[in-house]
């Protein structure tokens, strides 16, 4: 019999039909479902059916110091007892066993935990393949490979590096801050410096003291209107810029003009990141978008899209794809990329060998897909094709207005062939236009304005620029990354999109960047990741990486515990104001996020017990408290987090209060 184990049940289920030609039964064994035809037997697991853990011996966080994890040993433990029980018994009878996980460091993880488990005595070999349909299948079961030990030790450094560092630093950031329970301070390898790198733009926005300029601007006319700037741009002296518009007069003459010609190039393939970052600016968080990704892939609409890839691979046969969609909702589209003499694509600068880059892989119609899988589908089947695509080009045309001496300078842009913009109408740049225009030309000036403003602060990252940031940086995978972010969301360090740390963040980092800065830099978890990547090269051990960490923690835990007391001092006083909502209305004192005896939170005023003023607050939900304020009674707006739930906005508790009290 010849056992083959997949990631997913769905991913089983779906190989199965394409293997057998749609001829596959299903059936139960020990309770977990089995694809089964001929003399194959198809099982999906439920990603990880191990995890990692520590001895029950160190659950205790009152009789265990942090440190103590450090060095710790660490444990397998089972999380799947059906499935793996179903493993076990379907691998007693097997003659051949394939391993027919997802491809990358997760995926050989899985299937080696899997290997563990059952520890076969029949042959193991290994299938590799980048989408879910029959082409790829069948080519990938007719040339098995054998498994990739080292890719799975660098899944595996990383799974123990992680759980080292997050429990021992969690706990000692939550036991100096008194914060346990289900409000416990997450600290992380990868999350920590990304979060110094919100709070660090933050700290810059509000230091930020915003410096006037002036600017100049005409309004020219001839047969049409346009607006002109003053060359020099920015003018720090008002009293310089009035002396400059007291001496311009009513008409301007046109003294320099050029036209020129844009070739404004195709977008390259997309990668993991790229997809993300397009996905996030059209409304999608690059978790959902990720998660909505895979979905696809695993139904064969798309292929595997966790790739570093941006150089579709020689072996792609792009113009069978885009006939493909001929008779599709992307018709014509596809129609015309046909009539090009060359399919070309673009290349990025990343090309690897594992995955290619994303592409669409089958023809989905709009009513196959809900809402939002067919906006990410379309996303990138508009990519697909706007690589392909011929370049945009557009009609550039920069003029000079002297007036009286002073030069004016205002650009105009037409896009004049749409190029692949047609193909992929995303960001799409503005035209600017202006009339035409010749050198020498007389123009009346019909508007002068001395417009003042002020410089702005740097914006706050969103979500997409983000990942791109960690990126560059190093910090996580293309794997991992968006998982990191979430994560700060589901922790109520973050909120909204662009990014805003909460104050409970701030005084986390503070305290981090005071008294153990490493934690907070992308050096050292930069250096883990250049690790794993050797392990998986074979150029290096796991249990070298593991160590190494250990010693870098070990560092780290020696400055925290010299400055245990005063990292307790600054993490109280930083949690503190994120507990404040704003002013008692009835006696000015501080308002604060209370929990009463029951457990139940509520908020209190600072006055207690000489004011007893309160507002109630939902039992369930991470409670943030957002710098926007309610007008009317000027007390801070909450969000409720609750993992795998989209925040609720709840806005001013007392507003709440009141309309709760209405409808009572």
Not at 551 to 567: P, T
Request: glycine share 6%; with cysteine; hydrophobic share 40%.
């Amino acid at each position: 019999m010849h056992l083959v184990i997949t990631e997913k049940n769905s991913t089983a289920k779906r190989i199965a039909q394409i293997l057998s030609d749609g001829k596959a039964k299903q059936r139960r064994v020990n309770g977990a479902n089995v694809y089964e035809f001929d003399d194959k037997k198809i099982v999906g697991l439920v990603g990880h059916i191990l995890s990692i853990d520590f001895p029950k011996k160190y659950n205790d966080w009152s009789k265990v110091e942090p440190h103590e994890l450090i060095d710790a040993e660490i444990v397998q433990v089972p999380t799947q007892k059906r499935i793996i029980s179903a493993l076990k018994k379907l691998a007693k009878s097997a003659t051949h066993i394939t391993i027919a996980t997802d491809y990358d460091r997760e995926g050989e993880l899985i299937g080696v935990e899997a290997l563990r488990l059952i520890q076969p005595s029949a042959p193991v070999d290994r299938v590799r393949y980048s989408a879910i349909i029959p082409p790829e299948i069948l080519k990938a079961f007719s040339n098995p490979a054998e498994i990739d030990f080292e890719l799975a030790s660098a899944g595996e450094a990383r799974q123990k590096i992680d759980l080292v560092w997050g429990a021992a630093l969690t706990r000692f950031i939550s036991l100096s801050s008194r914060r346990l329970g289900k409000n416990f301070l997450s600290v992380g390898r990868v999350q920590s410096p990304l979060l110094a790198l919100l709070v660090k733009r933050e700290k810059e926005i509000e230091a930020f003291v915003p410096k006037p300029y002036w600017e100049i601007l005409i309004t020219c006319k001839n047969d049409g209107e346009f607006i002109a700037k003053h060359e020099k741009g920015r003018f720090w002296e008002k009293s310089e810029a009035e002396a400059i518009v007291s001496r311009l007069g009513k008409r301007g003459i046109v003294s320099k003009l050029e036209r020129s010609e844009k070739v404004d190039r195709p977008p390259t393939p997309f990668n993991t990141t790229e997809f993300m970052r397009a996905a996030s600016a059209i409304g999608f968080s690059p978790a959902n978008a990720m998660r909505i990704a895979e979905n696809l892939y695993i139904n064969g609409w798309i292929s595997y899209p966790r790739t570093d890839n941006t150089v579709y691979p020689k072996s792609l046969n792009a113009r069978s794809i885009i006939e493909s969609f001929v008779d599709s909702e992307f018709g014509e589209y596809a129609n015309a990329l046909l009539k090009r003499p060359e399919l070309k694509p673009t290349r990025g600068k990343k090309e690897a060998t594992d995955h290619p880059p994303i592409y669409p892989v089958a023809v989905a119609r709009k009513e196959e897909l809900g809402a939002l899988d067919w906006k990410i589908y379309e996303l990138i089947v508009r990519r697909f094709f706007a690589t392909f695509a011929s370049p945009a080009i557009w009609h550039i045309t920069k003029v000079v207005i002297d007036v009286n001496g002073e030069l004016f300078n205002a650009n105009g842009s037409q896009l004049v062939e749409e190029g692949w913009r047609w193909h992929y109408p995303y960001y799409a740049m503005k035209e600017r236009f202006l009339p035409l225009l010749k050198e020498g030309e007389v123009l009346d000036i019909t508007k002068l304005e001395l417009a003042e403003r002020e410089t702005q602060p740097p914006p706050r990252y969103k979500q997409g620029a983000l990942i791109k940031l960690m990126e560059d940086l190093g910090l996580g995978t293309k794997s991992t990354r968006h998982e990191a972010l979430s994560k700060l969301y589901a922790r109520g360090y973050v909120h909204g999109n662009p990014v805003r740390p909460t104050k409970t963040a701030i005084a986390v980092v503070d305290a981090l960047e005071n008294y153990a800065n490493q934690i907070v830099q992308p050096d050292m978890t930069r250096t883990l990741e250049e690790d794993m990547n050797k392990i998986a090269e074979g150029e290096i051990s796991e249990d070298a990486v593991v160590q190494e960490s250990k010693e870098m923690l070990s560092v780290v835990f020696d400055v925290l515990r010299k400055k245990g007391e005063d990292i307790s001092d600054s993490l109280k006083r930083g949690l503190e104001e994120d507990r404040i909502v704003g002013a008692c209305p009835l006696c000015g004192t501080n308002l604060l996020v209370r929990r009463s005896k029951k457990g139940l939170r509520f908020i209190g005023c600072g006055g207690y017990p000489d004011c007893n003023f309160s507002l109630p607050l939902p039992r369930n939900g991470h409670i943030i408290a957002t710098q926007n304020v309610c007008e009317e009674h000027g007390l801070r707006k909450l969000k409720i987090v609750t993992k795998g739930r989209r925040a609720w906005d709840f806005g001013c508790p007392y507003c709440n209060y009141l309309e709760w009290q209405k409808n009572k």
